[in-house]
């Protein structure tokens, strides 16, 4: 990884360290957001991580987690967060990693004091946690902060791929 | 939309809808419409996701909002 990148996920990190308030999962609704699910279609479920991933009965569209500004200068400054966890764009890659159940990784428990590492495996079509301070990045006003995962991966709205070279396939979009 | 078909290994891979609905629950719960300041950031896959949305994102809200795209290590799209 690029030193830059070590240095600001050490200033994060430090950051999310000094964080009070908790970030909280917001669950959205499946009727209202019907597209939000995974990659196989099906909706979003929970699984809390200390119980080894146990999927429970609640089914959403997905989720993310949110964190408030702390001062009211931050109350209109965000940062958006998509976190990582892989890609896989070939089918005998693809399939065996999907063939798990989506989920999302919830915990009441979980804080800003938490590190980033507790998020870092998740679906590649679920949302997660990841915590960063506005100030860690530009100064010291506190932030507005959201996190969710990395389905952006896969960002396509069109129905079919385009072959590149008889292998790779890539989905793009139409704007 | 993207629906999962066999030319599609039967997946979809559409995340904007994700991320769209994620921006709207954001504007009508948390007050996100009145932003003036929108950083995009993300990691690895996620960094990659800023490259590909981050002009979606832009078009969500006034032009008077400031939006930046903060990609971090990104994972990037290669043949191997």
């Known amino acids: 990884m690029h030193s830059f990148s070590w240095a600001l996920l050490v200033a994060v990190a430090a950051a999310c360290t000094r964080c009070s308030n908790a970030a909280k999962l917001n669950l959205l609704d499946l009727q209202t957001y019907p597209n939000a699910v995974c990659m196989d279609g099906s909706p979003g479920k929970l699984a809390h991580r200390p119980k080894n991933y146990l999927v429970d009965s609640r089914l959403c569209a997905g989720g993310y987690y949110f964190q408030g500004a702390l001062t009211q200068p931050g109350s209109t400054k965000w940062i958006v967060h998509l976190q990582g966890g892989g890609t896989l764009h070939f089918r005998h890659a693809v399939c065996p990693k999907l063939k798990t159940v989506c989920f999302l990784q919830a915990s009441a428990l979980r804080s800003l004091s938490a590190t980033p590492d507790l998020v870092a495996h998740c679906h590649p079509a679920s949302i997660s946690q990841m915590n960063w301070g506005w100030d860690s990045i530009i100064g010291p006003i506190q932030p507005s902060i959201l996190a969710f995962g990395t389905g952006t991966m896969y960002s396509c709205n069109v129905s079919l791929p385009v072959t590149q070279a008889g292998l790779l396939r890539l989905w793009f979009c139409k704007s | ?80």
């Open chain 2, 1 to 80: 939309m993207a629906l999962p078909s066999a030319s599609t290994w039967g997946y979809r891979f559409a995340g904007r809808h994700i991320l769209d609905a994620v921006l709207k629950d954001l504007k009508q719960q948390h007050g996100m419409a009145n932003a003036t300041d929108v950083i995009l950031a993300g990691d690895s896959a996620g960094g990659m996701g800023v490259w590909l949305n981050l002009r979606f994102v832009k078009e969500q809200f006034p032009s008077t909002t400031m939006v930046a795209g903060a990609p971090v290590a990104v994972r990037i799209l290669t043949r191997s």
